[in-house]
């Protein structure tokens, strides 16, 4: 899989309104997470544990395979800093709208 381009707010905005969670975004690679999570709905960073990264990367090459970033990007969870947060999907458009939008996201 190859970088991605960024979502943009308007796409963003219309998978939550779609009800489509979670979702992630972010270029070149995912780094962003939607989702509903302890009763909110959260915009929230996607964290790599390094070690699970480092053991996934030495399994891959030992079974003669490769490891890429996309691989290794795979491994996000949910679990960095919450961006933006709200009780409803509704509430959180809403913040989405005003939200100050990084390009990369």
């Known amino acids: 899989m190859a970088p991605v381009a960024p979502f943009g707010k308007n796409r963003v905005?219309?998978?939550?309104?779609?009800?489509?969670?979670?979702?992630v975004f972010g270029s070149p690679h995912p780094f962003v997470a939607v989702l509903e999570q302890d009763g909110v709905f959260r915009v929230r960073e996607l964290v790599?544990?390094?070690d699970e990264a480092e053991a996934a990367a030495?399994?891959?090459?030992?079974?003669?395979?490769?490891?890429?970033?996309e691989q290794h990007y795979a491994l996000g969870k949910?679990?960095?800093?919450?961006?933006?947060?709200?009780?409803?999907?509704?509430?959180?458009?809403e913040k989405l709208e005003a939200y100050q939008w990084p390009r990369e996201w």
Not at 13 to 23: D, E, N, S, T
Not at 78 to 93: C, H, K, M, N, Q
């Open 13 to 23: 905005l219309a998978l939550l309104r779609a009800g489509r969670l979670p979702f």
């Open 48 to 50: 790599v544990d390094s």
């Open 58 to 69: 030495k399994a891959a090459m030992t079974e003669g395979g490769c490891w890429m970033p």
């Open 78 to 93: 949910p679990t960095g800093r919450v961006f933006i947060e709200a009780p409803t999907r509704d509430a959180l458009a």
